[in-house]
């Protein structure tokens, strides 16, 4: 079992910067891509950004690609998003989750993930 915890989310402009940070237990976070998601109110939940377990393959949604940046710290059980230049478009709960992976892998579709986080809020003001 293992617990993701979001935390970094807020209220910003457009062009700002946000850095949202996943708290993960357990003691097994370098077995586990991965993985940040969205969902926007009407929409379905769409992937954002994956790390693989070690860190050394990342992977991004087109719309989010050279202003997102995920990164990951194994020793403190953290996994991060750094958002640049965010857009209205960007506004959205976004989700943690973690999937087990043997390879260094990223996964994409939310079906590939075991565990998630209650989400933190994303608001882009234009």
């Known amino acids: 079992q293992v617990q993701l915890v979001e935390s970094g989310g807020g209220l910003v402009q457009a062009g700002d910067s946000l850095k949202l940070s996943c708290a993960a237990s357990g003691r097994t976070f370098s077995s586990y891509a991965m993985g940040w998601f969205r969902q926007a109110p009407g929409k379905e939940r769409e992937f954002v950004a994956a790390?693989?377990?070690?860190?050394?393959?990342?992977t991004y949604a087109d719309s989010v690609r050279g202003r997102f940046t995920i990164s990951r710290d194994n020793a403190k059980n953290a996994v991060y998003l750094q958002m640049n230049s965010l857009k209205p478009e960007d506004t959205a709960i976004y989700y943690c989750?973690?999937?087990?992976?043997?390879?260094?892998?990223?996964?994409?579709?939310?079906?590939?993930?075991?565990?998630w986080g209650q989400g933190t809020q994303v608001t882009v003001s234009s």
């Open positions: 989750a973690c999937a087990a992976s043997t390879y260094e892998s990223t996964y994409v579709l939310p079906r590939s993930y075991n565990y």
């Open positions: 790390i693989s377990r070690r860190g050394g393959s990342t």
